[in-house]
């Protein structure tokens, strides 16, 4: 089934859309206004911002994520996209570089508590695997049609209106955005085991997101490809203009290239991944990119000038880039409880993000400090080494269901009694079933609580899990809170 057959989806999509142009416009007109504020010191006023946006993914996605469950979704989604319109609506007033600074990081705190809860959304309208994957590909595709038509678009803005306005236009599509989202009902949250402050659920997330082999090695592919990625967007203007002797057109030809490349590979990809697995295809996206790196540096060090070559190693770290991290939210999905989606989603955004600013800081230095084909080997290399440990990591017979074991133990959580955990009889019910209470006692437990042994629906007290040993979809959780390394482990 198509995801854009869901009024839901389709609307979160639009929303995503006009979200991404205009963070794409204020891109260009933060440029234009970090220069007429800074002159020749722009550029270190921007990778100052890219260094506090990466901050405030790394500190705030966490908090957002680990309290998601507390929160009426929609009504947070909204308020967040107010809140960035308004903070976006104050850049054209600011004639300060703090005053760049202290607002940047603020709508960039307010994205990072935004994205993590609409991913962990659109599963939960996109229910069926295969719609999911498609759904991920089309938001692949909006973020390469934004890298393409931001820069148009402002260049034809720009001939009417000046760059503050840019500005303006991003504020209206965030507040177009939310207009979008109040349109849908969004999902309520799932219920979850988890209980505490907003460290204990902070620290969830990002916990239970490591103790899982599977998004240990995704993290190791984030990794890789923020190496590839950060070597694109830093570097491409230095090859183009210092290297290659090219203008400024040819260095949207690249970014052009790049893009191209992962738009083809977010198209091809629904149709081959159930065929070759996540976890080949993403290895093959990596190596092809590291690949394409190293190529790099063996055709500068030939003393090669090839426009072409170029665009062509452009081309497949684009596509093998794509192929590598898309699938990811397939992955993190799959490895979270129903009621901790988001703040698995939360823990993705933010540790990914992480390897973007180390990635940032490595390539650009060693881009401006030595040669450009020091900073080819560097990307190439470390993306590989990514890839390996990637392969360490995540283990090839990655299985779903897994045999472990419980002790006995008492706790209070939300449950029902539609699995063997929570099979329990309540020693208040009428006396005639008081001896059959009494032998079910002895095998579950006796808390105190009253309710027909039929009743499946969700309640809250204090009960005695009996020691058993099963095998069922294995995700951290508060039930099990360690990742069993041989089968039928205690956990």
Known sequence: MSPFSISAFRHLFAAQITSLIGTGLTTVALSLLAFDLAGADAGRVLGSILVLKMVGYLVIAPIAGGMAHLLPRRTWLVGLDILRAAIVLCLPFVDQIWQIFVLV?????????????????????????????????????????????????????????????????????????????????????????????????????????LKTPRLRGLLAVHFAVSCVGAMIIVNTVVLTRSILGGSEILTTVFLACAGCGSMVAAFVMPKIIDTVGERRLMMAGIVAASLAMVAGAVIMG?????????????????????????????????????????AFFAANFALSHGGWLIAYGVIGWIGS?????????????????GAVMARVLWPKQDQLELQH??????????????????????????????????????????????????????????????????????VIDSHHTRWPVESGEMV
Not at 311 to 339: E, I, Y
Not at 439 to 461: I, L, P, V
Request: proline share 4%; aromatic share 10%.
């Open 302 to 342: 030939a003393g090669i000038r090839d426009v072409a070559a170029f665009a062509l190693l452009w081309v497949f770290a684009g596509a093998g880039t794509t192929f590598a991290q898309t699938p990811g939210g397939r992955l993190v999905q799959r490895s979270a409880g129903a009621g901790d989606r988001s």
């Open 369 to 385: 400090l030595a040669d450009i084909s020091v900073a080819f080997w560097v990307s190439g290399g470390l993306a590989f080494c």
């Open 105 to 209: 990081f603020v709508v960039n705190a307010a994205s990072a508590a935004f994205t993590p809860v609409f991913q962990a959304i659109i599963p939960e309208i996109l229910e069926d695997e295969k719609s999911y994957t498609k759904g991920l590909s089309y938001a692949r595709l909006a973020y390469d049609l934004e890298n393409l038509i931001s820069p148009a678009l402002a260049a034809a803005l720009l001939f009417v209106w000046s760059f503050d306005s840019l500005f303006i236009v991003n504020s209206l599509t965030f507040a177009l955005s939310a207009v979008l989202i109040v349109t849908i009902t969004v999902p309520r949250a799932a219920a979850t085991d988890r209980e505490g402050g907003i460290y204990a659920n902070t620290r969830f997330g990002v916990v239970a997101y």
């Open 405 to 474: 074991s419980h002790p006995g133990f008492w706790h209070e959580h939300p449950h029902d009694h539609a699995d063997e955990h929570h099979g329990h009889v309540h020693p208040a019910e009428a006396a005639a079933t008081s001896s059959r209470m009494s032998s079910n006692r002895a095998k579950h437990h006796d808390d105190g609580h009253q309710h027909a042994e039929e009743d499946r629906s969700k309640h809250r007290h204090r009960h005695y899990h009996p020691p058993v040993s099963h095998k069922h979809r294995f």
